[in-house]
């Protein structure tokens, strides 16, 4: 039972802690809106051109809805190629009243389906088109997420404590499907197997951990580069017809994947692999805790555990050089591909490119001499990660019992 002088501590925190994700995701939707005003626009075929002579303008910000920076929505007078003048009304970002008494030059993009969006707005660049939806798909997700965690730690404020039944009272519920089956293996594996924080800290941190992290940050690298590099493609102004500054830029590369299938895709993988990270990390540390017992919890046969344990080392060991050699090989076949897609990207390079195009047209190379050093540099067998993680599981057991018998130095 909590003491009157405990409960301001605990609330103090999560107020604080409340706060915090408020703060957070006022911020994330700030940049969502900002972002979102940018990179205004629709694809880079429009269907009208025309010329617009701004009439007024009402300012925001310089924090508003749209974001974060000064802007205006400008009402203006449009005179499109086919002779047809109206009036339009711009979204914030697109004019401002610098513009006033200029033929400013705009499109208008008429959806297709039902539930398109007509985008009308100043025709300088479609270096954003294929960057807008996947940008703000993922930072609507992201705005989602400190939604929910706002929601929760605000609610935790009221409702410190969940309500959880008595041992004797919750109901037998049938497990179904196999997420619930993981799930309820997992729980059990934490009441055999517990690990503290200080075991987490005290074990070393096995290579297929640190590939697994590394592989996360790939392909969250995967998708910025992969967007960034749309912008030089569509780097001009749109038209009924358009064409691309750089049109070998789709001959640089190996793939030419959509930009929003690598942003989702790139997400979820990401999300998974650090999961996998962390799973990776708290397996190394049940080794390193429980030493044998873990390792041969699910080994086959008779006799002590230690004994199978070291036979299955054994036949580890017998495959150790072929499975070392089998990661080597897949790094140099990633580092051959780099190569070949580095010789495609300067093949489609012509003497005029800026910097920009040249680094779009090197997307394929960057990213898979990127992913083949971190496979030849995280290279590590079973055989040798569980041998490292029972030593250590050894010495640590040999402190403990000098530690309790008092033998261990001051």
């Known amino acids: 039972m909590r003491t ?3 409960a301001p501590a605990p609330l103090a925190r999560r107020v604080g802690r409340a706060l915090i994700w408020l703060l957070a995701l006022v911020v994330g939707l700030l940049a969502w809106a900002t972002v979102a005003r940018v990179t205004y626009g629709g694809g880079p ?3 009208r051109l025309g010329t617009a002579q701004v009439l007024r303008c009402v300012e925001h910000g310089p924090v508003s809805r749209f974001g974060v920076g000064t802007t205006h929505t400008c009402t203006a007078e449009v005179r499109w190629s086919n002779g047809q003048v109206e009036q339009r009304e711009f979204s914030p970002g697109q004019l401002s009243p610098a513009d006033t008494g200029a033929a400013v030059p705009v499109y208008l993009d008429i959806p297709e389906g039902v539930r398109g969006e007509l985008s009308l707005g100043r025709n300088d660049s479609a270096r954003f088109s294929a960057l807008r939806l996947p940008a703000n798909l993922l930072l609507g997700v992201v705005v989602a997420g400190l939604g929910l965690g706002a929601a929760y730690t605000g609610y935790r404020v009221f409702r410190p404590h969940s309500a959880r039944p008595e041992r004797g009272e919750r109901p037998e519920r049938r497990v179904r499907g196999r997420a619930a089956e993981q799930r309820k293996a997992g729980r059990r594996a934490e009441r055999r197997w517990p ?3 200080a075991d987490l800290a005290a074990t070393p941190t096995p290579r297929r951990t ?4 590394l592989l996360a940050a790939w392909c969250v690298l995967a998708v910025l580069y992969t ?3 749309t ?3 569509y780097d001009a102004p749109r038209s009924p ?7 070998r830029l789709g001959d640089a590369l190996l793939l030419d994947v959509p930009p929003t299938a690598v942003a989702v895709l790139g997400t979820i ?3 998974l692999l650090a999961a996998a990270a962390g799973a990776s990390r708290t397996d190394a540390a049940r080794v390193v805790r429980h030493g044998p017992d873990y390792v041969g919890r699910d080994l086959a046969g008779r006799g002590p555990v230690e004994r199978r344990v070291a036979d299955q080392l054994g036949r580890l060991a017998a495959h150790d050089v072929g499975f070392r050699l089998a990661g080597v090989a897949v790094g140099v076949l990633l580092l051959a591909v780099a190569a070949w897609a580095t010789m495609r990207a300067i093949n489609a390079w012509s003497s005029q490119a800026p910097v920009p195009v040249q680094l779009a047209s090197l997307r394929d190379a960057v990213l898979l001499a990127a992913l083949a050093s971190l496979w030849l540099g995280t290279v590590e067998t079973r055989h040798r990660r569980l041998t490292l993680l029972l030593e250590r599981h050894r010495e640590t057991s040999r402190a403990s019992a000098g530690t309790g018998s008092g033998s261990a130095e001051s």
């Open 210 to 213: 640190v590939r697994l992290r």
């Open 231 to 233: 912008v030089p493609r």
């Open 241 to 247: 017809e358009f064409t691309s500054p750089w049109p």
């Open 45 to 47: 075929e429009v269907d």
């Open 195 to 197: 690990v503290t924080a």
């Open 227 to 229: 967007l960034l590099a």
């Open 4 to 6: 009157s002088a405990e």
């Open 269 to 271: 993988l990401a999300v």
